[in-house]
């Protein structure tokens, strides 16, 4: 299947400005600012619309659209039927003119990538305040493997210790049954309900030592236990998310990526990509290449790893494997006269195994629903994946910071191997700090005004050590003594070499005369800065969400996106 290719004008430019996630509580980022983000959304949509497009973009994305409103309606029903707002959201899919987009793995993230969907959410809402029929869309990454399978808890060992914990808590999965087993995407994964109480409970003994309110965690997994037991961990953690996003009154849809490659429109793209394949691998080489240049990146594997070749074996950005395989494996793909032939492995010579299908329209999703039940899965690489869903989905992408700057990477690929303008993208983060009580903000203030201090003093001991030196010691009041003669007799410029030198033999005495208290000091300078470091970590803003209490983390969240205006 081949598609013609047109020339693009370049409109835009990606940001390139240094962006850092806000270091204060209650902080956002939003680029471009929250009162742009509407007019980005429409002219992305216009961009998209365009008739300079090629006309198997126009009419890929045209499908794509229908066919993931048609899929995210039978997923939402799934488990939000029954929820007032699960039908007010439902009767929104069925033809919405713009789709705001974001994504993410299904780990219970941190408020600041929680703050996408809330931003997302006042986007849509905006513009159809307007009038327009919007939707917001968060897309679970369902194929990625898990940054971490814990969560970062702190604590207090004992109720009147002023010494803070920072402890990993498991997520309660199911154990694999070897220690050796190569890492697996998150839909392979299962929810282990046994340990789901043990789990909470640790959170909220955390919680209370520290003086929070009850923590999000508890409802959560009241949700997770409520779901069909044959839903995997990444299904239930992000249903269990959703249900609280309905519940607080935001109207965006989750649909899963694995869903979203199920539809005719994917596999059309992927085919795409096949016919094209030695293009595809050298446009992404080359887009990285200079990224790296221009970053001055030397990491091979930074932002991502380049795409191989051997001999017409040709690899793409896609991961291709099968249920049963312990882990995900890159795609391979040579041509022959009338077939591709689709390789799973690293490399040639080290494939877990191959298929050959038809390069005909349609073959493609045909030959892969027939290996039922042996699924195989064709999942998108990162780049790919935001690719996907900007070009061929969304009217409006929102990233977070990693993402936002990675894409700039995708935007070339976009521009090179598309032939279309990429279309712009925001980028969100938010910084919360956990609602710890007064007395607790009090007592790291005290840590940080006594390290102050103590700093203050380890540089007079170093500077000034005859200030140190105790008055009833006749050796150290000699000492005084002679510092204060050398002081008072300071010789004019020219003739300080000998005073200078009876000036340092001194010093040295007296630092030797106060050793015991420098020693002393030290040790409580170290002991003090270790406490206060420590209490510093009670501000990250990377605490999980489950760690809030959900009134008081969503009700942030919200007032942030809030500032949301055409």
Excluded at 376 to 402: E, N, Q, S, Y
Aim: hydrophobic share 40%; aromatic share 8%; glycine share 4%.
């Amino acid at each position: 299947m081949t598609h013609p290719v047109a020339a693009v004008s370049r409109l835009t430019e990606p940001p390139s400005t240094p962006i850092r996630a806000p270091r204060s509580d209650n902080q956002d980022l939003c680029v471009p600012e929250h009162h742009r983000l509407v007019a980005q959304v429409q002219a992305n949509h216009r961009q998209a619309s365009s008739i300079q497009n090629p006309s198997w973009i126009l009419q890929l994305r045209s499908r794509t659209r229908t066919e993931v409103a048609a899929v995210a309606s039978l997923y939402l029903r799934t488990y939000l039927a029954n929820h007032p707002k699960g039908q007010s959201t439902d009767s929104k899919i069925e033809d919405p003119i713009h789709w705001i987009v974001g994504g993410h793995q299904p780990e219970p993230f941190h408020p600041g990538v929680w703050y996408k969907n809330f931003l997302i959410d006042a986007t849509a809402k905006e513009l159809q305040s307007q009038g327009s029929q919007a939707i917001g869309l968060h897309v679970i990454i369902d194929h990625d493997l898990p940054k971490s399978l814990s969560i970062k808890i702190p604590h207090r060992p004992a109720p009147d210790s002023q010494h803070l914990v920072f402890s990993p808590c498991e997520l309660p999965l199911q154990k694999s049954g070897s220690k050796t087993s190569a890492p697996k995407p998150w839909h392979q994964h299962r929810i282990a309900l046994d340990r789901i109480e043990t789990f909470v409970r640790q959170i909220e003994h955390a919680a209370e030592s520290l003086g929070l309110p009850t923590p999000l965690a508890r409802r959560y997994f009241e949700i997770v236990k409520s779901l069909d037991e044959s839903c995997d961990a990444a299904i239930a953690l992000s249903q269990a998310r959703h249900r609280i996003e309905a519940q607080n009154g935001l109207e965006n849809i989750d649909i899963p990526m694995s869903q979203i490659c199920q539809t005719e429109a994917w596999f059309d793209f992927v085919e795409h990509c096949l016919t094209h394949a030695d293009a595809l691998n050298k446009t992404y080489n080359d887009a990285l290449d200079d990224y790296r240049t221009r970053e001055q990146i030397t990491n091979p594997g930074q932002p991502v790893a380049a795409l191989g070749r051997f001999g017409d074996w040709i690899e793409l950005p896609f991961w291709l494997y099968q249920s049963s395989d312990a882990g995900r494996n890159r795609m391979w793909v040579r041509s022959h006269s009338t077939e591709w032939e689709l390789a799973s492995g690293s490399r040639p010579g080290e494939f877990a195994w191959t298929i050959r299908i038809a390069s005909l329209p349609g073959a493609l999703k045909s030959i892969i629903e027939q290996t039922a039940p042996e699924v195989i899965c064709l999942r998108p690489r990162a780049l790919m994946t935001t690719l996907f869903l900007r070009c061929f989905l969304a009217d409006g992408f929102v990233h977070g910071i990693g993402g936002g700057i990675y894409d700039r990477l995708t935007d070339q690929i976009i521009r090179d191997f598309l032939r279309i303008e990429p279309p712009a993208y925001a980028i969100a983060t938010a910084t919360l700090h956990l609602p710890l009580p007064e007395t607790v903000r009090r007592s790291v203030e005290h840590l940080d005004a006594l390290v102050a201090n103590l700093s203050d003093q380890a540089r007079r001991l170093r500077s000034s050590p005859e200030s140190f030196l105790a008055s009833e010691d006749p050796y150290a009041e000699s000492l005084a003594q002679e510092h204060a003669a050398l002081l008072a007799a300071i010789p004019p410029k020219g003739f300080k070499r000998p005073w200078h030198r009876r000036m340092v033999e001194l010093k040295a005495r007296i630092r030797q005369s106060i050793e015991p208290i420098f020693q002393e000091h030290q040790a409580l300078y170290q002991a003090t800065l270790r406490r206060a470091n420590g209490s510093q970590g009670l501000f990250s803003r990377e605490y999980s969400m489950l760690l809030f209490p959900q009134a008081n983390c969503v009700e942030r969240l919200k007032l942030l996106a809030s500032r949301v205006r055409a």
